[in-house]
Every structure is written in C-alpha cells, then in structure tokens.
C-alpha cells in the first residue's frame, strides 16, 4: 500500500487547530521515502522509513520562524489516515493526526 499523498494535520495534542494552520493550513507531504511538514510557523523535510512492526520512523530537519529545529517521529498509517507523534529536539513533543483530504 502506498502512503503517497497530502495529509491535512486536523488534530495535535499541544497545539489547536487555529495555531496548526496559523501560516497555511497544516500538512504533512510524502513521496516514497521523502516528505514534508508544516504546522504553525514549522516547515520541514522529512526522512521516511518504514519499520519493521508495518509503522513508519522519520528524522526531519527545517525551520521554526526562521530558527532552525530538527527531531524525529513516528506515524501509522490506516487507510487515509497518520496517526503518530513528532519530536523536536531539546524541546516539545506533539501526537497528531493527519487526513488525505
């Protein structure tokens, strides 16, 4: 199954949907093993690997108002929805839960 596709951020755990779509409206992008994010002023590459329980692990690296961040996180996917958790490095940790539109 692919998980290719534009995934629209509609729920975290730290954040209202308000704050998530404060710049654009929140999302998270993957191509293959690549992706990307956005939520409030959070843009950022992703890394994708798929592990070895059927979930997915990521490292990211981008930008927080052009301050630099980076961490990691983990994701489900069930049909057209993500259902994981993003970490930052030295700093806050966030579920979330993503739809194809």
């Not at 690549?34 to 002023?41: V, W």
Request: charged letters at 35%; a negative charge; one cysteine or more.
């Amino acid at each position: 199954m692919s998980i290719d596709g534009r995934y629209e951020i509609i729920e975290m755990e730290l954040w209202d949907k308000e704050d998530i779509d404060l710049v654009e409206p929140g999302y998270i992008r993957i191509a293959g093993n690549r992706g990307e994010l956005h939520f409030i002023c959070v843009d950022g590459q992703m890394d994708i690997r798929k592990d070895k329980s059927g979930g997915y692990k990521f490292s990211w690296d981008g930008n927080d108002e052009c301050d630099p961040v980076c961490g990691f996180g983990e994701f489900n996917c069930n049909g057209d929805t993500l259902t994981g958790r993003i970490y930052f490095h030295d700093g806050d940790d966030s579920s979330f839960v993503a739809k194809k539109p």
